[in-house]
């Protein structure tokens, strides 16, 4: 046992040493930075994700809350007059776990919602019981030209995982999460419906739908399921879709064209990323695109 610990405590120090070798001169600036560690991952000291890691974090500091937060416009927010049983659809259908809460009118913000908070409720037999009141939470605000890794930290010393962006008149512009913020450094965060980089665009599942990247391209996405979407106007099925939605869908929204049916699994306020997709029973012919 100890010399197995041995060992290990041996290839940290050398890990450790060779690190501090490289960085024992002090860059100059970023640049001189960035080619001291492709160096050293040239020489297998850092990863390849270690090195595109440390690249996005130099990003960040760069970056803006405007640049990722999401619109007022693209928000599911709750009117604070709301009853639990219209409230229990919202957090379904939406799939979110957080929810801005505004007064009537919309235009003041009361608190933040989250969803588990409603799970005392949903079993209980007087729901008139519920007052949004009791469980609603602070909110925490940000401004739109605030740097991304001073709200990260501002997130990690308040534990809270959303803010509600202000413009310069106190208004509210938008929402960001801690996790809008940690996808620019660790890469986009799965869930349980998407397809790992090196899969295939196209992916079946058990019950018979398939998961679709969005990025597919039309004439594949053709040839897979025998269908005549035309490449014309837009080069990937997203493009078809958001066409025939007239607008940026948010998570949950479908909409059927043709013979399939279309369901949003993952966008953002700025494009689709994964799409759900049925194959429907027949084909009419003024089907065209209707939202559902």
């Not at 019950?207 to 040839?223: A, H, M, P, Q, R």
Request: charged share 35%; hydrophobic share 40%; aromatic share 6%.
């Amino acid at each position: 046992m100890t010399d197995n610990k041995n060992k290990v405590t041996a290839k940290q120090r050398s890990w450790i040493e060779r690190l501090t070798t490289l960085l024992a001169r002090e860059p100059k600036d970023r640049e001189e930075l960035m080619k001291m560690l492709r160096d050293a991952e040239d020489r297998d000291v850092v990863s390849n994700e270690m090195v595109g890691m440390m690249e996005r974090i130099l990003h960040v500091s760069e970056m803006q809350v405007r640049e990722i937060m999401v619109p007022k416009a693209q928000m599911t927010v709750i009117a604070k007059n709301t009853k639990l049983s219209d409230i229990l659809p919202i957090v379904i259908e939406s799939g979110h776990s957080r929810f801005p809460v505004f007064d009537p009118t919309g235009k003041d913000i009361v608190g933040i919602l989250l969803a588990k908070d409603l799970l005392k409720y949903c079993f209980n037999r007087e729901p008139e019981d519920f007052n949004i009141k009791d469980v609603i939470r602070p909110v925490m605000f940000t401004s739109q030209s605030k740097r991304l890794d001073i709200l990260l930290r501002e997130f990690r010393t308040t534990r809270n995982h959303i803010a509600m962006v202000l413009d310069e008149y106190g208004r509210v512009e938008g929402l960001i999460t801690i996790e809008d913020v940690l996808e620019q450094i660790v890469g986009e965060i799965e869930d349980e419906y998407d397809i790992d980089e090196e899969d295939t665009q196209i992916k079946q599942l058990a019950d018979g739908s398939f998961i679709v990247k969005s990025s597919t391209l039309i004439e594949e996405f053709n040839e897979y399921f025998h269908s005549t979407f035309s490449d014309d106007e837009f080069d990937t099925i997203g493009g078809i879709v958001l066409q025939a939605f007239g607008h940026l869908p948010k998570r949950g929204e479908t909409i059927k064209i043709h013979q399939f049916r279309f369901k949003v699994l993952h966008s953002d306020n700025r494009r689709i990323y994964l799409l759900e997709v049925k194959i429907t029973k027949s084909k009419k012919k003024d089907d065209g695109a209707n939202l559902l």
